[in-house]
Nanobody
């Protein structure tokens, strides 16, 4: 089992930045890919980006060039750096962990989830 805890959400003006953290505990001795998803009110959860254990990243078109995923394996922590935030980025952001292969762009490919952190971008 792996437990994930997100932090770093908050209220920011359009054009601003936030960095979300996702701290993992439990069976962190295994290799996991880390993904970030978000869910806005009344919408389905959507893929934001992911990083494999080896460091390969992939982002949704809506955030490409603005968001960056990184991880510190020694600290068992993944990060989502969000720059150039827009009001449409407002959502609850979730991190997730997976030991599976594949594209890792769908929620069903992930085994463990954090509780989410709210990001609100004002115009």
């Amino acid at each position: 089992q792996v437990q994930l805890v997100e932090s770093g959400g908050g209220l920011v003006q359009a054009g601003g930045s936030l960095r979300l953290s996702c701290a993992a505990s439990g069976r962190t001795d295994r290799s996991y890919a880390m993904g970030w998803f978000r869910q806005a009110p009344g919408k389905e959860r959507e893929f934001v980006g992911r990083m494999t254990w080896s460091g390969s990243t992939y982002y949704a078109d809506s955030v490409k060039g603005r968001f960056t995923i990184s991880r510190d394996n020694a600290k068992n922590t993944a990060y989502l750096q969000m720059n150039g935030l827009k009001p449409e980025d407002t959502a609850v952001y979730y991190c997730a962990a997976s030991r599976r292969g594949g594209s890792l762009i769908s929620a069903g490919e992930y085994d463990y989830w954090g509780q989410g952190t709210q990001v609100t971008v004002s115009s």
